[in-house]
C-alpha cells in the first residue's frame, strides 16, 4: 500500500519534525518511505512542507502531485495545498489559525484540529504540530500510534528528551480529537 502527506506551515511550528517522525516509524515498521522537506529561506517564519510518502513496495519518486493527505498549520499552506489533495483524500486543518470556512472542497474528508488551542491548554503551545501528526497517523493508519511514539527519541535532540512525555501526551490528544470527528 501506497500512502503520501504533505505537512505544510510556517518555520518554528514543527512541521519538518513531524514529517522525519513521520519517515522514522515508517522505517520502523519496514516500509519503503521518502522524506522531502522543503522549506524559506527566512527559517522561523518562512514557508515550510515537507512530503512523506511510505509504501510497501520500492518508491519510484519523492514527488507527489496529488497526495490522499495534506495536514496544514496556516492559511497560506490551506492555499496553497488543498487544491492539490487527491479526491477522496483527506485534510487536517489547525483550526486555531485557520477558520473552517475557508476550506473550499467538498470532496474530501475534513478534520478540523484546533491545535493550537489544545496545545496551549496543555502548557505548550509548541505541541500543535504533535497533535496533528496524531490525528493524522490515527485516521489514515500509515503506521501505528506506538511507532510514531517510538520515533520521538530519533528526532528530539538528547538535549530535549526530557520533553518526550509531553510530546507523547500530545499525540494521544490528537488521536482522541479526532476519533470524536469520525463518524
Not at 507527489?64 to 496556516?74: C, H, R
Not at 479526491?87 to 484540529?113: C, H
Not at 484546533?114 to 503506521?143: D, K, Q, S
Not at 530535549?160 to 490528544?173: D, G, H, V
Request: proline fraction near 5%.
Amino acid at each position: 500500500m501506497r500512502n503520501s502527506v504533505i505537512m505544510a506551515g510556517f518555520g518554528g511550528q514543527g512541521i519538518l519534525l513531524i514529517g522525519n517522525m513521520l519517515a522514522y516509524a515508517a522505517l520502523e515498521e519496514g516500509k519503503h518511505v521518502t522524506y522531502m522537506p522543503a522549506y524559506g529561506v527566512e527559517m522561523r517564519g518562512g514557508t515550510a512542507n515537507c512530503t512523506v510518502v511510505t509504501s510497501d513496495e520500492p518508491i519510484g519518486s519523492p514527488i507527489v502531485g496529488k497526495p490522499e493527505s495534506v495536514v496544514v498549520m496556516n492559511l497560506p499552506s490551506l492555499k496553497k495545498f488543498e487544491s492539490w489533495i487527491r479526491p477522496g483524500g483527506n485534510l487536517f486543518l489547525n483550526t486555531s489559525l485557520v477558520a473552517e470556512d475557508k476550506k473550499t472542497r467538498d470532496d474530501i474528508s475534513f478534520y478540523p484540529i484546533p491545535a493550537n488551542n489544545l496545545a496551549t491548554e496543555m502548557g505548550n503551545a509548541r505541541l500543535a504540530n504533535m497533535i496533528l501528526i496524531g490525528a493524522y497517523v490515527e485516521t489514515t493508519g500509515v503506521v501505528s500510534q506506538t511507532s510514531l511514539i517510538n520515533s520521538l527519541s530519533k528526532v528530539i535532540s538528547e538535549r530535549n528528551t526530557r520533553f518526550i512525555p509531553q510530546n507523547i501526551e500530545a499525540i494521544k490528544l490528537g488521536a482522541q480529537q479526532v476519533k470524536q470527528l469520525i463518524p
